[in-house]
C-alpha cells in the first residue's frame, strides 16, 4: 500500500548552513509530491512542488529532488535561518486519486 | 484575503456532547478536506469534498459527519464526543484534486474531550 516516511524524525543545524530533509515513498504510481512547513500552532504551509516528470524544482532558498528509481524525495534549504526551525512534511498523490498522503514530518531545529 | 479560516481555535467538550468546527475558505477553490492530527501520527483525512453539495469518506470518519452546503464551507460536526476525538483538526482547500495542485491549509481547531 501507499506510505510515506522520513528517514530522520529531527535534524538539528547551524545557522547558515544547508539543510536536507529527506523523505521516501512506496507507492510507484506516486507522481505528485509537496513539501510543507509546520511552524507550532500554525497549520502546515505549502513550501513547493513537483511531479514525476521532473527531477529537481527550485524555489526560494529551496530545492526539491526526486529520484523516481530509488522512491526518494528531499527538500534542500540553503542557508538555514531561525526563522526555518519548524516541522516538514512531504505528501505524495498518484493521478486519480484525490487524497494527499503525508509522512510523519521531520522536525529541524536551527540553532544560532 | 484571509484564505482558509477555521472558528473555533479551542474547544473544550465533555464526553457525549455535540459541535460543529466551521471551515471557510476565500479562494473559490472547488474541493476541501478535513484532517487530524495525533503526535506520531500525521496528518490523517477523515473526509473531503470534491464540489459543492458533495462529501466522501476518508481514512478515519467514523464518528464525525460533514456537510459542504456552499462551495466555500465545509463544516465538520461530532454528534457525540469521544476522548478518542481529542486532536487537532485542521481544514485545507484546492483549486483542483489534491492530486494535481497544492492543499492549502487552515491554522486548526485545538479539540480536547473530557
Known amino acids: 500500500g501507499e506510505s510515506v516516511g522520513l528517514h530522520l524524525p529531527t535534524l538539528s543545524v547551524q545557522e547558515g548552513d544547508n539543510s536536507i530533509i529527506n523523505c521516501a515513498y512506496s507507492?510507484?504510481?506516486?507522481?505528485?509530491f509537496i513539501w510543507y512547513k509546520q511552524e507550532s500552532g500554525k497549520g502546515p504551509q505549502f513550501i513547493i512542488d513537483?511531479?514525476?516528470?521532473?527531477d529537481k524544482r527550485q524555489g526560494q532558498r529551496v530545492t526539491v529532488l526526486l529520484n523516481k528509481t530509488v522512491k526518494h524525495l528531499s527538500l534542500q534549504i540553503a542557508a538555514t535561518q531561525p526563522g526555518d526551525s519548524a516541522v516538514y512534511f512531504c505528501?505524495?498523490?498518484?493521478?486519480?486519486?484525490?487524497?494527499?498522503?503525508f509522512g510523519k514530518g521531520t522536525k529541524l531545529t536551527v540553532n544560532p | 484575503n484571509a484564505g482558509v479560516t477555521q472558528t473555533p481555535k479551542f474547544r473544550v467538550l465533555k464526553t457525549g456532547q455535540s459541535m460543529t468546527l466551521l471551515c471557510a475558505q476565500d479562494?473559490?477553490?472547488?474541493?476541501m478536506y478535513w484532517y487530524r492530527q495525533d503526535p506520531g501520527m500525521g496528518l490523517r483525512l477523515i473526509h473531503y469534498?470534491?464540489?459543492?453539495?458533495?462529501?466522501a469518506k476518508g481514512e478515519v470518519p467514523d464518528g464525525y459527519n460533514v456537510s459542504r452546503l456552499k462551495k466555500q464551507n465545509f463544516l465538520l460536526g461530532l454528534e457525540s464526543a469521544a476522548p478518542s476525538q481529542t486532536s487537532v483538526y485542521f481544514c485545507?482547500?484546492?483549486?483542483?484534486?489534491?492530486?494535481?495542485?497544492?492543499?492549502?491549509f487552515g491554522d486548526g481547531t485545538r479539540l480536547s474531550i473530557l
Open positions: 505528501a505524495e498523490s498518484h493521478g486519480g486519486s484525490e487524497k494527499l498522503v
Open positions: 513537483i511531479r514525476s516528470n521532473m
Open positions: 479562494m473559490n477553490h472547488e474541493y
Open positions: 485545507a482547500s484546492s483549486l483542483l484534486t489534491g492530486s494535481r495542485t497544492p492543499q492549502h
Open positions: 507507492n510507484s504510481a506516486s507522481d505528485y
Open positions: 469534498s470534491v464540489g459543492e453539495g458533495t462529501t
